[in-house]
């Protein structure tokens, strides 16, 4: 079992950028694909990116490719959502999620770990 820890988050202003950090606890970091999710106040959670349990396939939702990159580094057990060019309608608690996997295809749902989640707040 895999236990999921949020950093990163914070408020920031319209244009700006932002890092999130996921680590993750527990044996066989590799064998599980990852994404990051948010939910915006009275709104549902939504996907917002994923990767593979290689790190070689990304997949991102709509409202942010071009500005939302995500990444993994195998030998510190870390997950990576690096944010551009956020506006406001990017505020949400942001939330890393894990699966394990035995293919190497992103996953949009069916997670089955998930950390508290870290707050992204953009001003205008």
């Known amino acids: 079992q895999v236990q999921l820890v949020e950093s990163g988050g914070g408020l920031v202003q319209s244009g700006d950028s932002l890092r999130l950090s996921c680590i993750a606890t527990?044996?066989?970091?590799?064998?599980?694909?990852f994404g990051w999710f948010r939910q915006a106040p009275g709104k549902e959670r939504e996907f917002v990116a994923a990767i593979t349990r290689t790190g070689g396939r990304t997949f991102s939702a709509e409202s942010v490719k071009g500005r939302f990159t995500m990444s993994r580094d195998n030998a510190k057990n870390t997950v990576y959502l690096e944010m551009n060019v956020l506006q406001p309608e990017d505020t949400a608690v942001y939330y890393c999620?894990?699966?394990?996997?035995?293919?190497?295809?992103?996953?949009?749902?069916?997670?089955?770990?998930w950390g508290q989640g870290t707050q992204v707040t953009v001003s205008s």
């Open positions: 527990g044996p066989s970091f590799s064998r599980y694909a």
């Open positions: 999620a894990a699966v394990m996997s035995s293919g190497d295809d992103p996953w949009i749902h069916g997670y089955e770990f």
